[in-house]
């Protein structure tokens, strides 16, 4: 099989043409197998794909772990770069990426060598909440919603110690049915938040489009911050805007290799 390779600000995926995958193949044991960072290739998702017309293409995701995402924010950009580059898309044109989150429409801003910038349309965010969680007998403010997938953005002290203690407790917290990404963020300035992330079926990341997506309408809404926002995480800043309820996605994204995967997989 022919992987692909590649990464928006280190949060890194493996991109598979569906039409490589052997029939009755384990497409979770897959993708545990190819993200694995010390026997595989490494990657916080593999994402399957495949083309649906020109400049565009339909996409099924799974975390490292295995289980099912709706969609990534990266992950759609790492796609849309990958077909941009097979198809020498000029700057100025655009590409479609189906996920199960909706179609997502990508205009390419930028193109320099193997990396390209793009700016999305991620759609509205949905059921914005604002509750209180109780974790390890402490309340937490917390403000959750769908932006295509489940999230949860906690305002406040953006630490390490935070991200692996309240984070990583709530991404698998009883509250959340089916799991949900974490964001701990922090209003810097009205125009810049900065975020920590916990990815459901992954841990750490070093960013999350979105997660940027989700913890900058948390600090639009709650924390003072501007419709237009830098979102800054460890790997980089991507720009969102909230315009006439819509969200957009700015930022870039890398291929990195294509490889022959020969290694078996285990069943």
């Known amino acids: 099989m022919q992987i692909v390779k590649a990464h928006a ?4 995926f493996l991109l598979l043409d569906e039409a490589d995958v052997p029939a009755g193949m ?4 897959l993708a545990r197998a190819t993200c694995n960072r010390h026997r595989g290739l490494g990657g916080d998702g593999l994402i399957f794909y495949r083309r ?3 400049s565009s293409a339909r996409m099924a995701l799974l975390n490292a772990d295995g289980s099912y995402s709706e969609v990534s924010g990266n992950g759609v950009r790492c796609l849309a770069a990958w ?10 044109g655009s590409i479609t990426i189906e996920t199960d989150a909706g179609p997502k429409v990508l205009g390419l801003l930028e193109r320099d060598g193997v990396t390209r910038t793009f700016r ?3 759609g509205k965010p949905e059921s914005l909440t604002r509750v209180t969680l109780q974790v390890d007998g402490q309340a937490v403010d ?22 692996h203690g309240v984070a990583a407790k709530l ?3 009883s509250h959340f049915a089916a799991g949900t990404n974490v964001e701990l963020a922090t209003v810097e300035a009205p125009g810049r938040v900065r975020i920590l992330i916990w990815e459901r079926g992954v841990g750490p990341t070093e960013a999350s489009g979105t ?7 948390a600090a639009m809404a709650y924390g003072g911050a501007e419709r237009d926002v830098m979102v800054v995480s460890p790997g980089g800043q991507q720009r969102v805007e909230w315009r006439d309820e819509e969200l957009f996605l700015t930022g870039s994204a890398e291929i990195i290799a294509v490889c022959t995967w020969q290694a078996q997989v285990p069943s």
């Not at 997660?211 to 309408?217: E, F, M, R, W, Y």
């Open 52 to 54: 649906t017309a020109p």
């Open 211 to 217: 997660g940027a997506c989700a913890a900058a309408v």
């Open 142 to 163: 917390a403000i959750t919603m769908r932006v295509g997938n489940p999230q949860c953005v906690v305002l406040g002290e953006v630490t390490e110690e935070r991200l």
């Open 171 to 173: 991404a698998v917290h």
């Open 9 to 12: 600000f280190g949060n890194d």
């Open 120 to 122: 999305a349309a991620m």
């Open 83 to 92: 077909l941009a580059h097979q198809d020498e898309t000029p700057v100025g």
């Open 26 to 29: 384990d497409r979770a044991a």
